[in-house]
DNA sequence: TTAATACCTAAACCTAACTTTATGTCAAGG
DNA sequence: CCTTGACATAAAGTTAGGTTTAGGTATTAA
């Protein structure tokens, strides 16, 4: 149905990143034509499948994984589940270790504009690590 | 004042990374004596700041620059602020991405135990994408 | 007929932040 | 005297997810 350059303008992906996923098995059954890859429905299928898990933030070895459950069929429901739990976890970890991080990133945002008002960093110094303004001294605390 | 392997010990940090980092230039004054490297206060300082900026994201191209500017003094506060508002803004990106994934992915585990309860995939597909339920509805619409 | 275009492969290259390996020096302890 | 342990170096290896390069085939348009 599509030759590789087609769905590489379909779906905005390079050439070379097709050949790579499918040098890498993620197109079980992509047919040939003379040695030119033809891509069909179920190729681009896979292809959705592919581009919606990583966007899910799955590792390529992860994603053949579902693959591999999912032309299983029903028996596999489970682990496929298990497998998104997992990664829920370490995305709602990484969120807050992100959270974490923003506030060290505001709380020297702040550090520096106070800085660059008095030209100089000892009045800060000074006030650590009690008498910061409020709102300084949550985020300050969320982090040490 | 301390070896490598005792700063190593003192940071839980191992001795190749710390040799690594000498290497990349990020203690510009480490003394050595007959060849082997002695940490002082400086050397230690040094290596907390780069901990602290580590855990703010910040590459160590970035952290290189950062401490080039801080030895400058007080005129460079305007260009640590800018590295720091930069790195702020990509990071709240990066958290909106996150949070995004992390509704695909909560969207992805219902699918599943919905699929495990019913035995089949098929009942979501024909409940798609105007009949889920309220919560889930939320979940896909902010991904599609 | 020749030139452009689209396809093909294998293999090398890329980035970041380390880690590992191979080899060597030097001081202390048994 | 010899071995162990802590230190040193340079250079190669690691990881993921591609990208680039060098070289080749096949069709089509001028």
Redesign the pocket.
């Known amino acids: 149905m599509y030759?590789?350059?087609?769905v590489?303008e379909m779906f905005n992906i390079?050439?070379?990143?097709l050949?790579?996923?499918d040098?890498e098995g993620f197109f079980p059954n992509l047919k040939?034509v003379?040695?030119?890859?033809r891509f069909n429905k179920n190729d681009i299928e896979a292809l959705k499948v592919i581009e919606c898990l990583?966007e899910s933030g799955l590792?390529?070895?992860d994603i053949k994984q579902f693959i591999k459950w999912a032309t299983k069929g029903s028996s596999t429901y489970k682990n496929r589940k298990e497998l998104f739990e997992k990664r829920k976890k370490v995305v709602a970890q990484e969120i807050k270790n992100l959270q974490k991080t923003l506030n060290i990133l505001e709380y020297k945002c702040w550090y520096y504009d106070k800085a660059i008002k008095d030209g100089t960093e000892d009045k800060i110094y000074k006030m650590l690590p009690n008498k910061l303004p409020t709102k300084i001294q949550k985020l300050y605390d969320s982090f040490h």
Do not use: A, D, H, V
């Open positions: 030759t590789i350059g087609q590489s390079p050439i070379s990143t050949r790579y996923y040098k040939r003379s040695g030119i890859r990583k590792k390529l070895k």
